[in-house]
């Protein structure tokens, strides 16, 4: 990607993940609504790429997205237990403003957050906690029907689906990134299910890395790293993006220790 790219939300712990990673290997424009601290900031990136800007602000995103050739966008509130009138706000209507915004100038690939919050009403009573653990076959893999378990989780759909219509009206390449949850340095701690979801800093970089190099259409992809424990398919993010994770929740302990083979 010769084109800047723009990262909404970078200030954000995945916004962070990805700069503390990637911080050199792109031309990057930051937006967040929050002025970012200078240790927030790499040092490749000069005054005039960062705006801090509402992602339902179409005035100040035409302006902040103007001559990008991608998007990566995280913007958004990430609670689960967000109210209907900020996921309605900031994930739902901003996440249109930045697709409508992108396609408008011809941006080529558009990486959207989405969440495993958009399928969590998956998780049934009777699959769980066994759907959770290293011997159950259970697996999502991006082609089922999303099935929030709350209103974040349907603003996440919801995006999903604008992504769609955006690609379809106007060829530019979307992929969706349900990511699990993550945890820097450790899985989350005496969490099952955090640990099946687990999505390391690395990992997360290496995956929008690859969202930004591969060649794609429309993507629902699974953003964890390669854990023992899982219920999501990492399969088809390998087979698009070219996804090679390192990480593995079962290199830690439960309280999140890590083993002898990976301790420093
Ligand atoms: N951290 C995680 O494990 C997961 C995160 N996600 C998604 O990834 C994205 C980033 O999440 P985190 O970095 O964890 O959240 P975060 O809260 O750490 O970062 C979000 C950033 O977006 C900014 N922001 C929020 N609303 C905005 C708006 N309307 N306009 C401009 N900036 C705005 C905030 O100021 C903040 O810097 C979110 O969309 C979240 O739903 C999805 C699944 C898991
Ligand atoms: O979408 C998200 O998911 C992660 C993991 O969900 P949780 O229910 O296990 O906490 C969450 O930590 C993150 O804040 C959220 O944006």
Sequence with gaps: MDKPVLLTGAGGRVGQAILGHLGDRYHWRL????PLSSDKIPETVSDA???VADVTDDYAVRNAIDGVGAVVHLAGDPRPEAPWDSVLRNNIDG??????EAA????????????NHAVGAYETEDRTPQMYRTDDQFRLDGSE???????????????????RYYHDESGMSVVCVRI???????PPRNYERGQAMWLSYRDCAHL???CLQAD???EVVYGISDNDRKYYSIDRARDALGYDPQDNSADYHADGTPKEHIAE
């Design 49 to 51: 790429d960062v705006f």
């Design 31 to 34: 937006l967040d609504r929050e």
């Design 95 to 100: 996440t249109q403003t930045m697709l409508e």
């Design 104 to 115: 408008n100038v011809g941006v080529e690939k558009f990486a959207f957050a989405s969440s």
């Design 145 to 163: 029907l999303p099935r929030p378990g709350n209103l974040y989780g349907v603003s996440k759909a919801a995006g999903e689906t604008l992504g």
């Design 180 to 186: 699990g949850n993550l945890t820097r340095g450790h």
């Design 208 to 210: 929008f890395d690859r």
């Design 216 to 218: 794609y259409e429309y």
